[in-house]
């Protein structure tokens, strides 16, 4: 196929040209629409009166809406923002660690003219290797000395949330919970212990003891080690820290919150296990009986729980918006063979077993052959990638019609880490490279990595203890 005849984007396509929507049940799903919308109206747009338009609505909307496509893009990029920042170089002292400081983390990534950047990062979280049941995908460093960093503790992900402009044009203030997926092999499913576990057993609020999800799940959220000051708190105290402290000061500025959770595989995973979380903790509720509204942006995700789990996130009102390519493998783990697909009786069953387990919410399911751009055969990891999945909602529109991208999202990102795009687009494949593997001259000429800068101000232990003790979990 010659370039000219592939779909190529136009460069005058932008974000408020979106075509077209896609074919989910929209009644079920909590978007921050308003984000985008801002884009296209600036003006205030009222999250209370988009959720119940959402809730009250009953029909499909097909084509795409706009506001949608672009909350999805963000928040992907959100995610796809977690491998851009982690340092994954075995050579690196601070392997494990984020490579960027919060104060310019998007604009040291590239990203200051994305849609994230209206946010900021307000907090970095960690996560510890302390159980066996933890999957095999922390990344350690050659160097074993006693250094600033433990290769027990990895970087999992932030907090952000949007800066005055766009709360302005949000009408609300919207705090976003962002998790960083496995950068190793897939085979990290393999060395998750799928098993279900109670979440009382690791101390997080349950109504129900039958309440389960997947065990390594669980540990990567609630593990700590008091070895190394990065995870003296676990990522699950230091998220309720952080958003008991944002909530506070943003309710006593009187102003309108959302919180939005992405995250794409595992942290897909993380991000439906902390907003259940969340919200039985009720940090949604604010003292005027109002629910600060929660919604889940999941990208490529396994299944995390059981249907007590399902159902309780539906009780608690999490909406949850599942995003993935239908012929990539890890959406169907855990539970491959008896999962909420099967017969009423046969579910009954297997919900008494430690091995049954239920996704989450509506599903938006993209197929990758769609795309004149993409090879149509492809392995197992780069049917996994997101960066082809983001380019897949760029170009939906809907299950018949014809795929053509929306918004001009650059075409040869699908091929930054992968071999996605089909050798016509003239894209080589892996081509984001770090200059001189990141090697920099020294004052004396010496080719080293060169420090991290202010890998200490990614600390707050004081503000993290404070507020646990608020919620009585320290």
């Known amino acids: ?29 909590i978007t921050s629409q308003a984000v985008t919308a801002a884009a296209t109206t600036r003006r205030p747009i009222e999250h209370t009166s988009l959720r119940n338009k959402i809730q009250g609505s009953g029909t499909m909307l097909d084509p795409m809406d706009p506001i949608l496509r672009s909350d999805l893009i963000r928040y992907g990029e959100m995610a796809q923002s977690c491998y851009e920042a982690f340092d ?18 998007f604009q040291d990534l590239g990203m200051g003219d994305s849609c994230c950047s209206g946010y900021e990062i307000s907090s970095y979280i960690y996560s510890s290797n302390t159980s066996n049941l933890v999957p095999k995908f922390f990344t350690e460093s050659v160097y074993k000395s006693d250094g600033p960093w433990n290769s027990m503790v990895n970087w999992m992900g932030y907090v952000a949330v949007s800066n005055d402009e766009t709360t302005a044009r949000l009408g609300r203030r919207d ?12 085979e990290w499913m393999e060395d998750l212990m799928d098993f ?83 919200a039985e903790s009720d940090l949604d509720n604010l003292d005027n009986k109002q629910k600060i509204p929660i919604s889940v942006m999941s990208f490529s995700g396994p299944r995390v ?70 090879k149509e055969n492809l392995d197992i990891a780069s049917l996994h990638n997101l960066e082809l999945l983001l380019h897949l909602i760029d170009g939906y529109h809907g299950k018949k019609n014809k795929f053509s991208l929306a918004s001009g999202r650059d075409v040869a990102l699908v091929n930054k880490d992968g071999d996605i795009l089909k050798h016509e687009c003239l894209i080589p494949p892996k081509w984001s490279q770090v200059e001189n593997k990141g090697l920099k001259k020294n004052q004396n000429g010496e080719w080293k990595l060169p420090e991290q800068k202010g890998i200490e101000d990614h600390l707050r232990h004081k503000d993290v203890e404070l507020h646990l003790r608020k919620l009585g979990l320290a």
């Open 175 to 186: 705090i976003a919970v962002v998790w960083r997926g496995t950068v190793t092999k897939l």
């Open 305 to 374: 729980g059981n249907i007590m789990f399902k159902k309780r996130v539906e009780e608690l009102g999490i909406k949850v918006l599942r995003v993935f390519n239908v012929h990539d493998k890890v959406p169907n783990v855990p539970g491959v063979l008896v999962n909420e697909r099967a017969p009423p009786l046969v579910r009954l069953v297997a919900d008494l077993t430690p091995f049954f387990y239920s996704h989450i919410g509506e599903e938006l399911g993209l197929d990758h052959t769609r795309s004149s751009f993409v």
């Open 196 to 278: 279900l576990k109670p979440v009382s057993a690791q101390n997080l609020k349950s109504k129900d003891p039958n309440i389960k999800v997947m065990a390594g799940f669980l540990h990567v959220y609630t593990d700590k080690d008091q070895r190394c000051p990065y995870s003296k708190f676990s990522a699950r105290e230091q998220l309720l820290a952080e958003l008991t402290r944002l909530t506070k000061l943003y309710k006593q500025r009187g102003e309108k919150m959302s919180i939005t959770l992405t995250g794409h595989s595992l942290g897909s995973a993380l991000a439906i296990l902390s907003a259940y979380d969340i």
């Open 1 to 29: 196929m010659a370039v000219s005849k592939l779909n190529l984007p136009s460069p005058n396509h932008h974000h408020h040209g979106f075509l077209i929507n896609p074919k989910i049940k929209i009644n079920t799903l």
């Open 88 to 105: 994954k170089d075995p050579y690196s002292k601070y392997c494990g660690s984020c490579k960027v400081p919060p104060q310019t983390f």
